[in-house]
């Protein structure tokens, strides 16, 4: 059973080859007996799942269809679940239960989802290893040495191992993209303002969004339908109707445009993964499309601008953790500036501090004009970057990553080597656009991961190319022995 997609699960479930409560049991043994050795979740609500599961084969029973009735999947730990632990990885967070559900976690279990439970991420999602956790590190089940990616690195470890088939993650500069093509997944990271953001807890407020990671495109499609959509508790939530990604999964590719941007594949970048991203070039030409040669001239500043941006936000979001409000409270406070401290000092990890105050001071006065508004005028440059790329191309194809998965530890004292990783994801998160990684094969038995950004809301476009590549390539169906 643990090896179906959520499609698959979808026919078993409806033709009753099993019921949504025995699907459930059978991976919460698995978590029980798997995880130890990858560190993919932080809380398993067992009980609270089965009661779920049971729910959902009532509804079936009743008469009720529906592809995600009685499908598991997990949530990343910063989605708030009613009653249930909410951590965002962080000490400063421990004990906090959330009283609502997100919007997301509201609408998955309105569609008969079963959660099993809440997924280990880098500290309030700051990262891309998975190491930052106060919950310790995720291992990569391809090879337990080595790290999932992050921030969504619960997320991506717990499917491609098999213990579920779906999760969702959130990505602010590659938090979905990035895990999952160094875990052999297919994630997308919907248009700012597809997804609510209500109930997902704030890293950068102005370029977080919430998405799926699943096997296919096909799940990934059958998730995002589910969670997207406007919703009136999230102002930055957009009004528009949500297509209908099935559907745009089924076109035909005679047509598409492709843009390489040449920036992707200049120094920086394995060779070996480059080759991997031509082939699928070749894959997608066989299929109809065309392929242009694009620039984006000002993809350079994209990590720096970022850091800039994304840190502001931070300490701006993050000053509620006070001690006072939520989680944990040192010991014995003197007074009032002494529980502000200490809380916050004990509570946060090195990286979260790192970006507050690297935040704080770029937004103080003085610094402001040198760095925030110099950030947001790059930002502008990206964006129009992008704009200018669309109106010549459908789609923009390149590599995930720079490098296969590391090893655990490997960039753990070098922040900048780890912060060049999001090279090629940050820039979508910059300018709003929608992106998806998907598998493109392995280098030394680890998975490589190509990403299709595309224009505001061609969620679909971007869904479709991607089911239309994995109905002629079968990266995607290789799990990692040992799972
Ligand atoms: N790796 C990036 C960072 O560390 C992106 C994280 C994310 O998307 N949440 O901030």
């Not at 439970?117 to 990569?140: I, Q």
């Not at 499917?159 to 997944?185: F, K, Y």
């Not at 991203?277 to 299929?287: I, N, R, T």
């Not at 009032?336 to 937004?363: C, N, P, Q, W």
């Amino acid at each position: 059973m643990h090896q179906l997609t959520l499609t698959e699960i979808a026919a078993a479930l409806a033709a009753k080859d099993f019921s949504a409560e025995e699907l459930t049991r059978g991976l919460l043994q698995r978590i029980e007996q798997l995880d130890p050795q990858l560190n993919s979740f932080i809380t398993v609500t067992a009980d609270a799942a089965l009661a779920q599961a049971r729910a959902a084969d009532a509804r079936r029973a009743a008469g009720e269809t529906g592809a995600l009735l009685g499908a598991p999947l997990a949530h990343k730990d910063l989605f708030c679940t009613q009653g249930v632990l909410t951590s965002c990885g962080s000490k400063i967070l421990t004990g906090f239960k959330a009283p609502y559900d997100a919007t997301v976690v509201e609408r998955l279990a309105a569609a008969g989802a079963v959660s099993l439970g809440k997924l280990n991420m880098d500290e309030f999602a700051m990262g891309s290893a998975n190491e930052s956790s106060h919950y310790g590190p995720v291992k990569n089940p391809w090879d337990v040495t080595r790290v999932p990616g992050g921030s969504s690195g619960g997320s991506a470890a717990a499917v491609a191992a098999r213990l579920l088939p779906a999760a969702t993650g959130t990505d602010t500069g590659g938090s979905i993209r990035q895990p999952a093509a160094l875990t052999n997944l297919t994630g997308i990271k919907p248009t700012y303002g597809r997804v609510s953001r209500w109930g997902m807890i704030a890293y950068a407020s102005s370029l977080d969004q919430g998405g799926p990671l699943a096997r296919t495109a096909e799940d990934c499609a059958l998730l995002l339908q589910a969670m997207a959509g406007f919703d009136p508790k999230d102002s930055t939530s957009v009004d528009q109707p949500v297509d209908d990604y099935q559907a745009a999964l089924q076109q035909p590719l005679s047509g598409l445009r492709i843009g390489l941007p040449r920036e992707y594949f200049g120094a920086g970048l394995d060779a070996r993964i480059g080759d991997k991203v031509l082939a699928v070039v070749e894959a997608l030409k066989k299929l109809g499309a065309t392929v242009k040669d694009i620039s984006l001239p000002t993809l350079q500043h994209a990590i720096p601008a970022y850091y800039v941006i994304a840190p502001a936000e931070a300490s701006s979001n993050l000053s509620r953790f006070d001690g006072v409000r939520f989680g944990y409270r040192c010991e014995n406070p003197v007074n009032l500036e002494d529980l502000y401290k200490r809380s916050r000092g004990e509570g946060f990890g090195a990286e979260v501090k790192r970006r507050i105050m690297v935040g704080t001071y770029a937004l103080s006065a003085g610094y402001y004009d040198a760095y925030y508004l110099k950030a947001q005028r790059i930002r502008r440059l990206i964006k129009n970057d992008f704009v200018a790329a669309f109106a010549e191309v459908d789609v923009i194809l390149g590599p995930t990553t720079p490098n296969l998965a590391w090893k655990l530890g490997e960039k753990s004292n070098d922040p900048v080597s780890a912060y060049l990783e999001d090279l090629y994801t940050i820039a979508a998160n910059l300018a709003g656009i929608p992106g998806l990684s998907m598998p493109a094969g392995f280098v030394d038995g680890l998975p490589v991961g190509v990403q299709l950004l595309g224009n505001y809301f061609q969620e679909g476009r971007l869904l479709n190319v991607a089911h239309q590549y994995q109905q002629g390539s079968d990266w995607h169906r290789q799990a990692p022995s040992g799972f």
